[in-house]
């Protein structure tokens, strides 16, 4: 095989990718551009702020489970085992041999759920979040764009 078949055959593999984009053949090239990143303590910044933020929302959730005593669904023997309810299964999955039938639910109270996570350490919303520096700090607009990191 010559060089020059090789090279007619080349060029039906690898099309002038201008010419192929629709763009005119005298299209000059991109160049490529790294992309900025953040400097390293914006970055931490903000997701010690989302922390914050997802653990006041946790925080509210669980306090209105608590207060509002919902039914929560729950494994069958964490029903079983903390005073909750299993739920009996239906006539047609008894009707099923046991190893192919679904795990059996239980429902557990909200009050139930929370005073158990509160036995074993948690400290529901008792952190000092209005103080903190991440959840004070608005440094979107830093007046130096070209920190080091």
Request: without cysteine.
């Amino acid at each position: 095989m010559s060089i020059q078949s090789f090279t007619e055959k080349a060029v039906s593999f690898a099309p002038n990718p201008p010419k192929v984009a629709g763009l005119p053949p005298q299209t000059p090239p991109e160049k490529y551009q790294k992309p900025q990143h953040l400097p390293s303590r914006r970055l931490v910044r903000n997701v010690l702020r989302t922390r914050l933020e997802a653990v006041r929302q946790l925080a509210n959730v669980l306090y209105e489970l608590e207060e509002k005593d919902v039914q929560l669904n729950a494994s069958y023997w964490l029903a079983d085992q903390h005073g909750g309810e299993v739920l009996k299964a239906s006539a047609e999955h008894e009707a099923i041999p046991e190893w192919e039938r679904p795990l059996l639910q239980g429902r557990r109270g909200g009050r139930e759920v929370i005073g158990y996570l509160r036995d074993r350490g948690a400290r529901l919303g008792s952190g000092k979040l209005k103080g903190h520096w991440a959840a004070t700090s608005d440094d979107d607009g830093l007046k130096s764009g070209n920190e080091s990191h």
